[in-house]
Nanobody
Framework: QVQLIESGGGLVQAGGSLRLSCAVS????????MGWFRQAPGKEREFVGA????????LYAEAVKGRFTISRDNAKKTVSLQMNSLKPGDTAVYYC?????????????????WGQGTQVTVSS
């Protein structure tokens, strides 16, 4: 059974930082691309960042470029999202997801498995 468990969310003031982590089990983690998505209240889910199976190719949404960094540790089967210079507009539930392929991808339909999400709230 594939499981993705996010952690690290919380409440932070604007300009602050948070680091999200996602622990993965039940799949050959090192063979698949991974991604982070988010969903704010009343809005559709949107892409945040992704990386390929080895972490050599990364993609970011324009809204987070230069502020967020995605990384992975294949030995520990974890993927992380370092979020700096947070803004109130970053408030959302953040989800990690495992791709159906080895590639990085910004299309949610390309992801087969999803975590339960972790809340990030940025106060002004």
């Amino acid at each position: 059974q594939v499981q993705l468990i996010e952690s690290g969310g919380g409440l932070v003031q604007a300009g602050g930082s948070l680091r999200l982590s996602c622990a993965v089990s039940g799949m050959t983690f090192a063979s698949y691309g991974m991604g982070w998505f988010r969903q704010a209240p009343g809005k559709e889910r949107e892409f945040v960042g992704a990386l390929n199976w080895i972490g050599s190719v990364t993609l970011y949404a324009e809204a987070v470029k230069g502020r967020f960094t995605i990384s992975r540790d294949n030995a520990k089967k974890t993927v992380s999202l370092q979020m700096n210079s947070l803004k109130p507009g970053d408030t959302a539930v953040y989800y990690c997801a495992a791709s159906r392929t080895y590639k990085s991808d910004d299309n949610g339909a390309s992801y087969a498995y999803w975590g339960q999400g972790t809340q990030v709230t940025v106060s002004s």
